[in-house]
């Protein structure tokens, strides 16, 4: 009956279709177009109804993927029993359709997932679809992921006949088995113990990675069996560890003493997991001591600090000086995990009778465990004979540095050892940097300057230089003077002193104008552009705004021979790196405009470039900045006729121009550096211009151009 009805309903779908073809192909005069209203075909005399199941599985069928889409976004409200009418469409010979059927039966599924009742009715349903259709993969899937135990037996049933489907009702079975409670699977149980027996090769590591998942104890003895007798021994063990029953440890720990294999150590870690506190010890520690490698010494001492008693510390404790770090590792972390006041005490008193390497290392423990009794015990230990446990206590004390601390760590920076030192000196750092941060400003400046003083490594001279140079002081200049020596930490030098003159602009201007000077012509003036770095940059940057401040007339760039006064115009769009607009064809004319990217008027606007390595930012000064292109125009004057570089820098593309004359031309896409393209070209007395073209695809759009002679010194001119 239900085919009977099914081939009608598709008659007329199939009636509907001509229809609908016929009125969409045959020509129309203009005025004749109508819209076709699928929502009232659906709804007319030869009406596709979609408030049925049976309605569903029609429209799902349809040739038309908007009737096709609106049956699959429908499909969620119908019930389970919806599922066994669509499921016969996964063998429908048109794979559009197979796609609408598979998200409909996806949508009924994942609605039935709302409550447990409608949950076991489509997990019935779609396994008994599994039996009337030869496309069953997806419905096994759907079943992996919302069936229920009722399912099963289906599946079983069709895992052992259907070899096409093997794989995925296994997966299925194994999903469902491992969320259901283990009283219903007595009969899959008994039915994949039986296969087990018989299946070979794949099928049976299948079969063995399957018990491991569900887990059931009935698995175990022939697990074991497949350990000590069978082929697939390895998948076994794994298993045997996902299942974690205590009966199989002798097994497993047998194979791992013979073969010392990691699946093996895995599994026997996974399975002691499931043994009482005693034995859990008892088999730790024999995997302690059985030497078997690090990592299986490493896991018994994670083991042990589960399991572990007062009576364990000395064995963790005796660790702690190990000759492996590893081991020197698992030993800290477990006994920094032991909860409980008693194992605190314990180690206290270790630490104090311990010799200087454990000393130090259970003063880590201490520490590590809480930082307000590790902090005791490392002053404790600021005297003790052992200078690795008097660096220890350093150390630990600087991590949060109190001010209680301030003269220990003064005291310990200006004797001892080199290292002892430095670690003194960093915990006062950090106290002089919490008085800067609390406004303590003239106790801070009085710390940082004994910094300098007591510093043996640049490390702690530029982090108290970058403290003063937060404060400014006048004072710091004679500690600045003393070490103008120390070339490696010239750059922090100068900052410091340009922070110190900054604050003398309205007190003291002729000794801040000294200072700037002083920072030039002994720090600064020798330094070529091209090899400063980012932080050398901005240090120019300071001092040269400074010095122009005070009216001192400065331009470091083009003493680099940089070109820092530019007109520009754009953005134009990107049609090709070749096209000509008209700045590069026509006169230049000041008060020009032109019709640019979107539809805007662009004129030429001036730029004067203060940074010292003189780049134009264009992508801050032009909108849009992607896909453009922009000119920019200079004028330089020469005294005589010169032969030149010209050095150019660009992000993206570029072309370039003197007196017209093309000199370089570079169709790129890159991030810029000084000196990328280095053309030469001849200036001749008096003015002569500068006329670039700079492409930009995406990201930041820039340009720098130098000149130089022909011995690459910088070029003097002017503008």
């Not at 801040?512 to 120019?540: C, N, P, T, W």
Request: with cysteine; net charge negative; charged share 25%.
């Amino acid at each position: 009956m239900h085919m009977k009805q099914y081939k009608i309903r598709a008659f007329f779908v199939t009636m509907l279709t001509v229809a609908l073809v016929f009125v969409l192909t045959v020509p129309v005069k203009a005025q004749e177009i109508e819209v076709i209203d699928f929502d009232a075909m659906l709804s007319g005399p030869l009406r596709i109804s979609i408030d049925s199941k049976y309605g569903l599985a029609d429209a799902l069928a349809s040739p038309l993927a908007e009737i096709r889409e609106m049956a699959y976004n429908k499909a969620g409200d119908f019930g389970p029993d919806a599922i066994t009418v669509v499921a016969p469409l996964l063998d429908n010979d048109n794979p559009e359709v197979v796609r609408a059927a598979k998200i409909a039966l996806e949508k009924i599924a994942g609605a039935a997932t709302e409550t447990a009742e409608t949950r076991t009715e489509a997990s019935r349903a779609l396994a008994y679809a599994t039996t009337i259709v030869d496309n069953r993969n997806e419905l096994l899937r759907l079943l992996a992921n919302t069936g229920t135990h009722e399912a099963l037996e289906i599946l079983w049933r069709i895992s052992q006949t259907r070899e096409d489907s093997y794989d995925a009702a296994l997966m299925a079975i194994e999903n469902i088995a491992a969320r259901s409670e283990p009283g219903v699977l007595m009969g899959l149980s008994l039915g994949m113990i039986s296969s087990f027996r018989t299946e070979q090769g794949p099928k049976r590591i299948a079969m063995i990675n399957a018990m491991g998942t569900i887990g059931l104890d009935d698995f175990v003895p022939h697990l074991i069996w497949e350990v000590q007798n069978g082929p697939a021994k390895e998948r076994a063990i794994e298993a045997l560890g996902n299942i974690g029953h205590t009966a199989a440890l002798d097994v497993v720990r047998a194979y791992y003493v013979e073969h010392l294999d990691n699946i093996a150590l895995e599994a026997m870690l996974k399975i002691a997991e499931g043994l009482d506190a005693e034995s859990a010890r008892e088999f730790y520690n024999s995997l302690l001591a059985s030497d078997k490698g690090t990592h299986a010494r490493v896991a018994a001492i994670s083991g042990i600090s589960n399991v572990a008693t007062v009576e364990t510390l000395p064995m963790l404790i005796a660790l702690l000086g190990d000759e492996n770090i590893d081991i020197r590792g698992a030993a800290h972390c477990a006994l920094v995990n032991l909860e409980g006041d008693q194992y605190t005490t314990r180690l206290v008193i270790a630490a104090l009778q311990a010799e200087a390497d454990n000393k130090s290392a259970l003063l880590n423990v201490l520490y590590a465990r809480d930082a307000e009794t590790g902090r005791v015990a490392a002053e404790a230990a600021l005297n003790d004979e052992s200078p690795s446990v008097r660096i220890t206590a350093l150390t630990l004390l600087g991590e949060e540095p109190s001010v209680e601390h301030e003269q220990t760590f003064l005291d310990a920076s200006r004797r001892g050892t080199p290292e002892s030192r430095k670690i003194a000196l960093q915990g006062y750092l950090s106290l002089a940097e919490r008085e800067l941060a609390d406004n303590n400003t003239a106790k801070a400046l009085t710390m940082f300057h004994r910094s300098l003083s007591l510093a043996l490594e640049d490390e702690e001279r530029i982090r108290a230089l970058n403290g003063l140079t937060e404060i400014g002081s006048p004072d710091t200049l004679n500690y600045l003077e003393g070490m103008q020596h120390r070339q490696t930490i010239h750059m922090p030098m100068a900052r410091c002193a340009i922070a110190i003159a900054k604050n003398l602009h309205e007190s003291d201007p002729v000794l801040a104008r000294e200072i700037y000077e002083h920072i030039y012509e002994v720090g600064l003036k020798d330094r070529a552009v091209e090899d400063m770095s980012e932080e050398e940059r901005q240090i120019f940057n300071s001092l040269q705004k400074g010095m122009r401040s005070l009216g001192i007339e400065v331009n470091f760039a083009q003493n680099a021979g940089i070109i820092t006064n530019w007109q520009f115009i754009g953005p134009f769009p990107l049609d090709s790196f070749e096209k000509a607009y008209p700045p590069e064809i026509e006169t230049f004319d000041e008060n020009a405009s032109y019709a640019g990217a979107n539809d805007q008027q662009v004129a030429w606007h001036r730029i004067q470039m203060d940074d010292v390595f003189g780049v134009v930012e264009l992508h801050k000064v032009l909108s849009p900045n992607q896909n453009v292109k922009a000119y920019a125009r200079a004028v330089v004057r020469v005294e005589d006729d010169t032969q030149c570089y010209v050095k150019i820098g660009s992000d993206d593309g570029i072309k370039a121009w003197v007196n017209r004359q093309l000199v370089h031309e570079n169709d790129v896409q890159r991030g810029l550096t000084l000196d990328q393209d280095v053309k030469p070209a001849i200036l001749k007395a008096g003015e002569n211009e500068i006329l670039l073209k700079i492409t930009q695809a995406a990201g930041e759009w820039q340009y720098v151009v130098r000149l130089t002679d022909r011995q690459n010194a910088p070029l003097t001119f002017n503008y």
